[in-house]
């Protein structure tokens, strides 16, 4: 099952097309740490994440596991870990996934420079939640809840999200 992302901003779901926010660098076939770019390509949906203060856990196929106030994700290309889950106090530089704002209240992996990582391609490219304005994102999709709601209800592993240039 492949799930069309465009440039312009729409995922397309189910013959639905949703608004997205995508990464402020727009979207790159050639993915670096740091350029804010959504990386081109298929992404495999790995597992999905929620915030259990906020929420119960999302209807989906997808393995889901309850964030905990110590998660992060490493996103230091000089890390052993980079782009992986850690425990936070992290050495490395890293992000927290449990946030003061909305935003990673439900975070969906993406297969993204993960199977190995190969430091400087990218790392912590999610599926989540958008800012009210639908903001550009640091290389993630995002969407509105209802709609992240509605893709996850009906993905399992075998999900893709094809991301275009176009």
Same mark, same amino acid.
């Given at each position: 099952?492949?799930?069309?992302?465009?440039?312009?901003?729409?995922?397309?779901?189910? &013959? #639905? #097309?949703?608004?997205?926010?995508?990464?402020?660098?727009?979207?790159?076939?050639?993915?670096?740490? &740091?350029?804010?770019?959504?990386?081109? =390509?298929?992404?495999? @949906?790995?597992?999905?994440?929620? #915030?259990?203060?906020?929420?119960?856990?999302?209807? +989906?196929?997808?393995? +889901?596991?309850? @964030?905990?106030?110590?998660? &992060?994700?490493?996103?230091?290309?000089?890390?052993? @870990? $980079?782009?992986?889950? /850690?425990?936070?106090?992290?050495?490395?530089?890293?992000?927290?996934?449990?946030?003061?704002?909305?935003? $990673?209240? /439900?975070?969906?992996?993406?297969?993204?420079?993960?199977?190995?990582?190969?430091?400087?391609? =990218?790392?912590?490219?999610?599926?989540?939640?958008?800012?009210?304005? $639908?903001?550009?994102?640091? =290389?993630?999709?995002?969407?509105?809840?209802?709609?992240?709601?509605?893709? /996850?209800?009906?993905?399992?592993?075998?999900? #893709? @999200?094809?991301?275009?240039?176009?």
């Amino acid at each position: 099952m492949e799930i069309p992302v465009h440039a312009d901003g729409v995922l397309i779901w189910q &013959g #639905r #097309r949703m608004r997205c926010a995508l990464g402020r660098g727009g979207v790159a076939a050639a993915k670096c740490e &740091g350029d804010s770019a959504t990386p081109t =390509g298929v992404l495999p @949906l790995r597992r999905l994440l929620y #915030r259990p203060d906020r929420m119960a856990p999302p209807e +989906t196929r997808l393995p +889901t596991a309850a @964030l905990a106030k110590d998660d &992060g994700w490493c996103d230091d290309p000089r890390d052993p @870990l $980079y782009n992986q889950a /850690v425990k936070l106090p992290f050495g490395g530089r890293h992000e927290e996934l449990w946030r003061a704002d909305a935003l $990673y209240d /439900v975070i969906v992996v993406l297969g993204h420079n993960d199977d190995p990582p190969h430091p400087n391609l =990218g790392s912590a490219i999610f599926m989540h939640i958008a800012a009210a304005d $639908y903001g550009p994102t640091e =290389g993630c999709v995002a969407l509105a809840l209802d709609d992240l709601f509605d893709v /996850v209800a009906g993905c399992g592993t075998e999900a #893709r @999200l094809r991301v275009s240039p176009d």
